[in-house]
């Protein structure tokens, strides 16, 4: 039994934002208690004046290099990092080695998540055979094992006819395909967004059209097929039209984006700053003000971070060679909360993006709402706290981060999962082992 | 004017004095280069380290040449020669060097922003030789020297640069010393090569190679780069020639007294006519000379010297 009281109850998919009390049981939410907190509770209490409660953040967009690659990071660091930055459910991404294209690995990721994870790890399969484009991966097995969805991500489907058969195989069944939109044709090798910065630096460009063309593609793929489609990582301009566009068509079609798209442009490459190189990369401003509003007007569904750690070396060296990725599962909720200034997004928003919204996109059952019944996911956010990221407070394995030193404003007081308390600031609370 | 920069990485950063300060040293290296002994002891005991990942044979010599002329010692390392192909990252590279004592590493590579990579973590300077397509420094001043020593200033010139301007580290250079000394400038190629960004220099920016050339003081020819372009930027060597090669005709339209520039090597017939290119109007054999020279003034400069010896 756990009590959280006297907190902002902020529940979207209940329609609820008011102070009360939640208790939580057996790995379930009870009830929602108004008034009075319970004066005798058997159980640890959360005092939570002050702060928010919402549903478990969910990031439906991580890289926990495991298996094959746990010298950059693994399930248990990844989560833990997931956990300090507020995160009771993330999704992992395919890219691994052996690729997520078996139900072993599907196993194995979920297994070691529940014997290692401080959260809940859904892994996300291939869409195609060792992401290499050419055959479908066995869906039916891998959902099966336990896949949420389906993402060749890292790089994107670029036989247009397979892309078809596949968002048209699947539909029946209802799994979802998340799209990595990118014409890799068009990207042609470039290093960086290009626009003003690229072509001082002299960096070979990522044309924005890159990303726009795949967008518009893929959409037009979904309608052919009247099949459902996510875009990942959004970052340009016309990316959040073209989503926008398929709504009003009553498409279902729905796209997410990532905390450094709205928070840098392609400016932070100055001095060739590899921390800042990522696939999309960091676009323009008037890019940055479209996703803003993609935002505020409810085009964008969620905000997930494309969490995707990388060792010193690969990043130590020329811009060119460096690694593509950030880390993000720590910065991921503060940058987010900065939305909420000038008050044009509002904070029942927010949650929706960052929880209510992917739990969603991926049908993830009982996660994303805080109603009775709902799993034990909770997030107690201090909104208020201003902290400064600085290299010790990175519980991943690695350090790519162009955040590093940064003040921020806001971060997790703590994270329940399933009742269970894995990450804990607050005074007097421990967390549970 | 005091000298206090370790390294010499671009010129995004230079002022215009400090060029001029640059260009004052090279003269009086220059002097140096009509003696019988084309030699100094300035740079007794110094080691320079010239680290070419990037195939370059003029721009090597150069500096070789640069270096013993002022009595350094001058070491060439390029990457056909060393454990880069055993696939050494490029930092570990420069330690290992490094730990050898240089004092000056001459760096090119084929990555933007490499020697200023470098420069924040290895401790001797650096003197940037090219990096990618951001900037050959070297390049970008002694093109300035070259003009000044025949036209007698920049400001107020037209000076048309030709080419693949978007690969070239020449032009980013050069948009920093002669657009910093006044002139103006035309960017003039191929649409696909001439990113329409670079009139955030103040360049103007065209297609129409008579438009650049007409009433210019200076033409700067690129080479085009056919072994860095992957896909194809243009039809054909045929169609660019049509377009963009400097010929008779239109050279005519150019001032009177214009004169031709190329940071070589030249292709013939491609970029530049063969006639034109050993023409009188044709400094490309000046721009070596001062080459040298500019490289003498910067090795001097970064080594602690502040006049030269007589």
């Not at chain 1, 993000?328 to 909720?333: A, C, I, V, Y």
């Not at chain 2, 036209?151 to 048309?160: D, E, Q, R, S």
Request: proline share 4%; with cysteine; glycine share 10%.
């Amino acid at each position: 039994m756990l009590l959280i009281k006297g907190g902002r109850v902020i529940d979207p998919a209940s329609g609820r934002d008011e102070i009360g009390h939640l208790v939580l049981e057996d790995g379930k939410v009870r009830e929602f208690l108004t008034g009075e907190a319970p004066a005798r509770f058997q159980g640890k209490v959360i005092s939570a004046v002050g702060k928010w409660v919402v549903p478990g953040l969910i990031d439906m967009h991580v890289h926990l290099r495991d298996p094959g690659y746990e010298w950059k990071e693994d399930i248990s660091t990844g989560t833990r990092a997931a956990a300090a930055g507020g995160f009771t459910s993330v999704a992992c991404m395919a890219n691994t080695n052996p690729v997520n294209d078996s139900p072993e690995v599907t196993r194995h990721i979920i297994e070691k998540a529940h014997r290692e994870g401080y959260a809940n790890v859904f892994p996300v399969a291939a869409v195609t055979r060792g992401l290499e484009g050419k055959e479908m991966a066995d869906f039916s097995e891998l959902a099966d094992a336990g896949a949420v969805a389906f993402s060749d991500d890292g790089k994107p489907v670029e036989n247009s006819l397979l892309l078809r058969r596949a968002m048209e195989y699947v539909r029946p069944f209802g799994y979802l395909i998340l799209s990595h939109a990118e014409d890799s044709v068009l990207a042609g090798g470039g290093a960086a967004h290009e626009g003003w910065t690229a072509r001082k630096l002299g960096i070979p460009g990522i044309p924005s059209v890159a990303e726009e063309v795949a967008i518009a593609r893929d959409i037009l793929i979904a309608r052919q097929v009247g099949g459902k489609l996510h875009i990942q990582h959004i970052s340009t301009r016309m990316g959040v039209d073209l989503l926008r566009m398929a709504r009003r068509a009553g498409l279902d079609v729905t796209g997410e984006t990532a905390p450094q798209y709205f928070t840098l442009t392609d400016a932070a490459l100055e001095g060739y700053d590899t921390n800042a190189k990522m696939n999309p990369p960091l676009r323009g401003e008037e890019d940055r003000m479209a996703i803003l509003e993609g935002i505020q007007d409810g085009t964008i569904d969620a905000i997930a971070c494309d969490h995707a750690p990388h060792e010193a070396y690969v990043k130590k060296c020329e811009f060119a060679a460096a690694a593509n990725g950030i880390i993000g599962l720590q910065t991921s909720l503060p940058l987010s909360l900065s939305l909420l200034a000038g008050g044009k997004v509002a904070p029942a928003r927010l949650v929706e993006l960052l929880s209510a919204g992917p739990a969603r996109i991926l049908c993830l059952r009982g996660k994303g709402t805080l109603a009775a019944g709902a799993d034990a996911d909770v997030t107690v956010i201090d909104p208020e706290v201003e902290w400064e990221f600085g290299p010790s407070d990175v519980l991943s394995k690695s350090m790519n981060s162009p955040f590093l030193g940064w003040k921020m404003r806001g971060r997790a007081a703590a994270t329940i999962c399933g009742g269970r308390i894995r990450h804990v600031t607050i005074a007097g609370v421990t967390a549970d082992a | 004017m005091e000298w206090h920069r370790r390294n010499v990485l671009g010129l995004s950063d230079f002022h215009p004095e400090e060029m001029e300060f640059v260009i004052d040293t090279a003269r009086s290296m220059e002097e140096v280069l009509t003696r019988d002994i084309k030699k100094v002891p300035a740079l007794r005991g110094k080691t320079v380290v010239n680290l070419f990942f990037e195939a370059s044979t003029r721009t090597r010599t150069s500096f070789e040449i640069a270096g013993k002329r002022l009595s350094a010692d001058v070491v060439n390392f390029s990457s056909g020669t060393s454990s880069v192909t055993k696939g050494e990252t490029l930092l570990d590279t420069a330690r290992n060097i490094e730990a050898m004592k240089p004092n000056i590493l001459v760096v090119r590579h084929s990555a933007s922003g490499a020697a200023l990579f470098l420069s924040r973590h290895v401790s001797c300077s650096i003197i940037n030789a090219g990096d990618g397509a951001n900037e050959h420094p070297t390049q970008g001043l002694l093109d300035l020297y070259t003009i000044l020593k025949v036209k007698g200033k920049i400001a107020g010139l037209k000076i048309a640069i030709v080419g693949d301007i978007l690969h070239s580290r020449v032009v980013r250079s050069d948009l920093h010393s002669l657009g910093r000394m006044g002139a103006k400038l035309w960017l003039c190629g191929p649409a696909p090569l001439v990113p329409r960004e670079m009139e955030r220099t103040g360049a103007v920016v065209t297609s129409d190679i008579r438009e650049a050339v007409r009433g210019a003081d200076v033409i700067i020819m690129l080479r085009i780069q056919l072994e860095r372009q992957k896909t194809a930027y243009f039809p054909s060597l045929r169609e660019y020639s049509r377009r963009f090669g400097l010929n008779r005709d239109v050279f005519s339209l150019a001032k009177d007294d214009a004169v031709i520039m190329h940071p070589g090597p030249i292709n013939r017939g491609v970029e530049l006519s063969d006639e034109l290119a050993d023409c009188e109007h044709s400094l490309v054999l000046r721009q070596v000379e001062s080459g040298v020279a500019v490289r003498m003034a910067l090795l001097y400069l970064l080594a602690g010297g502040s006049h030269v010896a007589h």
